[in-house]
């Protein structure tokens, strides 16, 4: 696991964005798992205008969502269809065929909807970078505590604590859902490349449990310490509460030195 502590939350979005692009830059038709939520915000809009100005092209690329709401349409402006529409797909020049979120379209059983998500990420050659962010009780996409570590792509219900947090994006309470179909922790597991990013305070004490926490399935996201590739993206908030701080440091000056050394051959 890559721990990297950035000043500030525009540090961290601009890094998330070079991750991403680094890797479209190698695959033209690469599959990214994306995110939503506050946290990447400022990463999509990184995105649009860095590609721009790079002349890179997200023509034969695919996404997959991590998680949509349970009862939203794509018409909603609450949905997450609706949020990726409005912060990133319609600035970028994506084909919308190719964007995909766990949705459940009127009339479709949504029973259905988990294991048609995972046949369609398998089809598409499994996802090679995937974003997440982090709930404040540790959740990914929308595992919440006790979620099955080797979970696939199916509904969940969400905590009291999650809908809390949420309440904001929606005008009336009754509107809110207090269901969701999220991709699975082995879902997730699946991916190539995970980068998880966290700003501000309030999610330093999630990022201790997961970094350096024991894995456990009621901090769902220390799972990703049993993954291969993981690039953990903090400001200095969220990385306030981590024991091992000196450390995280101490690797980045030696990383720097190691590829200066490199350059020099
Ligand atoms: C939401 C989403 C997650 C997101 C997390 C944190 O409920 N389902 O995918 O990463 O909670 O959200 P935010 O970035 O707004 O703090």
């Known amino acids: 696991m890559d721990v990297i ?3 500030d939350s525009d540090a961290v979005a601009a890094e998330g964005a070079a991750l991403l692009l680094k890797v479209l830059r190698q695959k033209s038709n690469a599959v990214f798992g994306l995110a939503s939520g506050r ?8 995105l649009i205008d860095d590609s721009r100005a790079a002349g890179l092209s997200f023509r034969d690329v695919t996404t997959f969502n991590l998680d949509e709401y349970l009862g939203l349409q794509a018409t909603d402006a609450q949905s997450y269809r609706a949020y990726m529409q409005r912060e990133f797909f319609d600035h970028i020049d994506i084909d919308p065929g190719n964007t995909f979120l766990p949705e459940c379209a009127a009339g479709t059983d949504p029973l259905e909807v988990g294991p048609a998500y995972e046949k369609l990420i398998r089809s598409r050659g499994g996802i090679d970078l995937q974003i997440l962010g982090i709930g404040r009780n540790g959740h990914i ?3 919440e505590p006790t979620s099955s570590l080797n979970s696939r792509t199916r509904i969940k219900t969400l905590t009291r604590e999650t809908v809390a947090a949420n309440r904001e994006h929606f005008d009336d309470a009754a509107e809110q859902p207090q269901l969701a179909i999220t991709m699975g922790i082995a879902t997730i597991m699946d991916a190539g490349h995970i980068v998880l990013l966290a700003t501000g305070s309030d999610k330093a004490a999630a990022v201790r449990q997961s970094v350096e926490g024991p894995v456990s399935a009621m901090c769902p996201a220390s799972i990703l310490q049993l993954h291969e590739k993981v ?3 903090l400001d200095e908030a969220a990385a306030s509460e981590l024991q091992l701080l000196d450390y995280y440091a101490w690797i980045a000056e030696q990383k720097c030195k190691l590829l200066d050394s490199l350059k020099e051959r």
Request: proline fraction near 6%; charged fraction near 20%; charge should be positive.
């Open 5 to 7: 502590i950035l000043r």
């Open 39 to 46: 946290t990447p915000l400022a990463m999509y809009k990184r």
């Open 141 to 143: 996409g929308f595992n």
């Open 231 to 233: 690039t953990v993206l």
